[in-house]
């Protein structure tokens, strides 16, 4: 096995850019890109492998050996948490809302968790409600020993250094700033690292995937300035889906040959669509949108009703 650090300085390797041909069901005179974060890694998916980067350093620096992290039991964040922890050596645990979850059989999240190493503990929702809490923390790690924690989502300082790497990348790439950059939001740690590296005369668009009055963005000050929150397409809120959701994924799919997922990738595409057919992003504007990642999680609905 290579040495941490030179492992680490290759992770996540460089994404690809990718420029869809076509990609609209009519004449919309813009350029649409895909930064395809998805491919960053096989097992530690997306944004969250820039989330994890500089925090498995400062793990490895601060001679913690195992991580601690909290989620729910579909969470991308455990599930990549738990690939890291096997890639790079870490014994890593996982606090998942809903003790019920601990009787019945694991959904295909948390065998995977379980498969590459993660101990899983379960708590009540009511519990949970307190995981940034002080005296609930040091219960834990009472009970599981010194332990590197995480946030839930896996937003931190040291995420967002990770998210800012996104866009000097895509520059780099396409030889100039995109005019839009667009990115799903969950807990807005992606959104805050590319509103901090962000230029004039660039738009930055987050596509919030929950209900806005469950979501406080992570960022403060001229960041928030630097950043739009688009909050028309959460469909219903977090995890929640509709057919005409589903329908506009398995089309792009055909269409492109990318896949997405129904919880953030999904209702961005289908945000950027929407807009773009409305005439929102000026005549030969260029678009590039964040693919997070996150197929772990996508439904198998999708794939049963695209055969028909
Ligand atoms: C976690 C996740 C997000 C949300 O990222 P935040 O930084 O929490 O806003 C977006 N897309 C995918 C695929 C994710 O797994």
Do not use: W
């Amino acid at each position: 096995m290579t040495d941490f650090s030179e492992q680490m300085h290759t992770f996540p390797a460089n994404s690809p850019l990718q420029l869809l041909e076509n990609p609209f069901p009519e004449l919309v005179n813009i350029r649409l890109f895909l930064k395809r974060d998805d491919l960053l890694h096989p097992l530690v998916s997306g944004n969250k492998c820039r989330k994890l980067k500089y925090n498995l350093l400062a793990a490895r620096e601060q001679k913690f050996t195992t991580l601690l992290t909290f989620g729910g039991a579909y969470s991308n964040h455990l599930y990549a948490t738990a690939a890291a922890g096997q890639e790079f050596g870490f014994r890593t645990i996982g606090v998942v809302r809903g003790e019920e979850l601990a009787k019945v059989v694991r959904n295909k999240t948390l065998l995977a968790c379980e498969a590459y190493g993660m101990q899983l503990h379960f708590i009540s929702r009511t519990e949970y409600r307190r995981k940034d809490e002080p005296d609930f923390l040091a219960d834990l790690l009472h009970q599981f020993g010194p332990c590197y924690v995480l946030p839930e989502g896996g937003t931190n300082a040291l995420a967002i250094r990770g998210t800012a790497e996104i866009l000097p990348e895509i520059i780099d790439q396409l030889g100039d700033k995109p005019d839009y950059v667009c990115c799903p939001v969950g807990t807005g740690g992606t959104l805050a690292g590319l509103a901090q590296s962000t230029a004039d005369g660039m738009n930055v668009l987050g596509f919030l995937s929950l209900n806005a009055t469950e979501f406080h963005l992570p960022i403060s000050g001229n960041d928030i300035a630097r950043c739009q929150l688009e909050t028309a397409y959460s469909f219903g809120g977090y995890a929640k889906t509709t057919p005409e959701l589903l329908r506009f994924i398995q089309s792009f799919d055909r269409k492109t040959g990318v896949l997405l997922e129904q919880v953030y990738t999904g209702k961005m595409l289908y945000g950027i669509y929407d807009l773009a057919l409305k005439g929102y992003f000026k005549t030969g504007a260029t678009v590039v949108a964040v693919h997070t990642g996150g197929l772990q999680g996508r439904s198998e609905a999708l794939n049963l009703q695209s055969k028909s």
